[in-house]
């Protein structure tokens, strides 16, 4: 037997040799039964709320028990509303310690005993487990588990709140939690719509802060209790994890974070808006996010294609800025949420970065950074030019380059064989120039893009005309720079022998090439085009042009007159 039991031994033997050799003077406890914490002790003039199974000294027969009645006990003590001896044995008690307490008759029912249970003079045996102690003097006991570091805004009266909480009765015992039905207790603070206790526990709270609370029974359920979770009188416990605070008066809360430098224009009701996002809740808790799906999202802003904030939010930004926006669920999704994805009356948070923006007015903006002196000749409808460019998007995101191939690009003006941004921006170019060009998407690769070029993306261009060839009208191979020889077949007939054949057809040409007097199709083979333009005047393809063969032909289905190439 172990020094402690030993003891009790001993306590109860000495109480039994008392009881028949001479009366017990005063109540004799054992706390055989103690917690490892006891935050609070009973007092004189707390309220205790217990169960017990009450015994006869002498031969153990029961005469009363709580836990028979289904209903624990309530009383005061140390102000007579117990038997002393009950009075005096609570005395000291800790929530969840069990006690057996041992009342001699003068400190319980004397000589007299009472009602046909309790014989006169007799001792009595209540083995007591305490349940709840409070006192009317108690306050919302608030003890702060957690804090985040940085709390800009605390929960006050009016705000509407989300929270999780997970509710015990002070023996520990669960009575209800949020997290089991997987769903936050939403309600407004201070209007009485919650018991007064968490009313006056929930307020200063931060977004992310824990609270360990207490609530006193008479500002909690009091008397009544509430369903059979929650007993009457019952000392509350609440921790708590605030999960949202709002206030329907809250407009949209907008932090920016970067702005480039040279912002020289801002988004306005009916631009394009192109922009990546990070959605999340108050506590951090993300829901969405434009970067895991590796696309921006497209909208007009200031129309209605999104969340009244958003529409507002996305109003006065510049390209590249970054905003935090903090959107009330006024301004968001209300009440009902969206599914599984937000629930109702969340506050939402999106950080945005703007990639581009354009308005469907919007014109090609050319740049001219770099132009060479003396510049007289410039690229023009039907011009084969050489050039250099980088484009990329309006973030800096290069997407292709003529440094990545091993000479310049090659194309022709005027017809489509490029971008029209990117036509109108090499128009009217001296050899040597460089600019920078801004296309809109109406004249890039519009709303569906095209290979690494996104949907409605804005594209920028740096450019260099490298060589510059004048070109000829489309449908010619050759025009002529100025007046045409006249008469023109005997200027062709070098030897004048009535005939000119491919050799002196070909000699001819590269003359007015020479002299600067004619120009050929840029792009092509000489030669080639020489051949082309002959075969073209030979009429009877007897392989020599005659004079005959330069007269103007009439298309017998129409009146129209044939223009032939010479």
Request: proline fraction near 6%.
């Amino acid at each position: 037997m172990d020094r402690i039991a030993f003891a009790v031994f001993l306590l109860l033997r000495s109480a039994a040799v008392r009881s028949e050799a001479e009366p017990m003077v005063d109540v004799v406890v054992d706390r055989y039964d103690i917690p490892k914490l006891c935050p609070r002790e009973v007092e004189t003039e707390d309220f205790v709320r217990y169960h017990f199974n009450g015994s006869l000294f002498a031969n153990g027969k029961k005469f009363d028990s709580s836990h028979d009645r289904g209903k624990a006990f309530v009383s005061q003590v140390g102000l007579g509303r117990l038997i002393m001896g009950m009075d005096r044995g609570l005395q000291g008690m800790c929530v969840n310690e069990r006690r057996r307490i041992i009342i001699p008759p003068h400190l319980a029912y004397g000589s007299v005993g009472t009602g046909g249970v309790i014989p006169p003079d007799a001792v009595l045996v209540y083995d007591v487990l305490l349940l709840d102690v409070w006192n009317p003097a108690d306050e919302v006991d608030i003890r702060t588990l957690h804090k985040p570091p940085a709390c800009k805004r605390t929960a006050a009266a009016t705000d509407f709140i989300r929270y999780h909480y997970n509710g015990t009765l002070l023996t520990g015992a669960p009575f209800d939690s949020s997290y089991s039905r997987k769903a936050t207790y939403d309600t407004y603070l201070g209007q009485g719509d919650i018991i007064k206790g968490m009313d006056q526990g929930l307020l200063g709270m931060c977004v992310g802060e824990i609270r360990f609370i207490i609530v006193p029974p008479f500002l909690a359920y009091g008397g009544n209790g509430s369903g059979s979770h929650i007993p009457p009188h019952a000392t509350l416990a609440f921790e708590v994890l605030l999960v949202d605070v709002f206030n329907t008066k809250d407009d949209l809360m907008v932090e920016v974070k970067e702005v480039p430098e040279g912002c020289s224009r801002r988004t306005v009701k009916g631009d394009f808006i192109r922009y990546h996002y990070n959605g999340s809740f108050q506590d951090g808790t993300a829901f969405d996010s434009s970067y895991q799906r590796n696309s921006t999202y497209n909208t007009y802003v200031g129309m209605g294609y999104v969340i009244p904030g958003i529409d507002k939010a996305l109003q006065g930004l510049c390209m590249g800025e970054k905003r935090r926006v903090i959107v009330p669920p006024h301004m968001a999704y209300g009440g009902e949420g969206v599914g599984d994805l937000i629930p109702g009356s969340a506050v939402l948070v999106f950080d945005i970065h703007v990639i581009d923006f354009h308005n469907p007015e919007d014109p090609v903006q050319i740049k001219v950074t770099h132009k060479p002196q003396g510049c007289s000749v410039t690229s023009e409808a039907d011009d084969l030019i050489q050039y250099r460019y980088n484009c990329s998007l309006m973030d800096g995101t290069l997407l292709y380059s003529s440094d990545q191939f091993d000479s310049p690009s090659v194309t022709s003006l005027g017809v489509n064989k490029v971008i029209p941004g990117l036509e109108k921006g090499l128009s009217g170019m001296c050899v040597g120039e460089r600019r920078e060009v801004v296309v809109p998407p109406h004249w890039g690769h519009g709303e569906n893009g095209a290979g690494d070029v996104p949907r409605s993306a804005v594209l920028f261009f740096q450019l260099e005309l490298v060589e510059l060839q004048k070109g000829v009208p489309e449908g010619f191979l050759f025009v002529w720079l100025g007046d045409e020889p006249d008469p023109l077949f005997p200027a062709m007939d070098f030897n004048a022998d009535k005939e000119v054949p491919l050799e002196e057809f070909s000699a001819f040409i590269m003359l007015q090439v020479k002299e600067g007097k004619g120009r050929l199709q840029p792009g092509t083979d000489a030669n080639s085009i020489i051949k082309d333009m002959f075969r073209s005047q030979d009429v009877n393809n007897d392989g020599k042009i005659t004079e005959d063969d330069l007269q103007p032909a009439v298309d017998e289905g129409s009146e129209r007159t044939r223009r032939e190439e010479l």
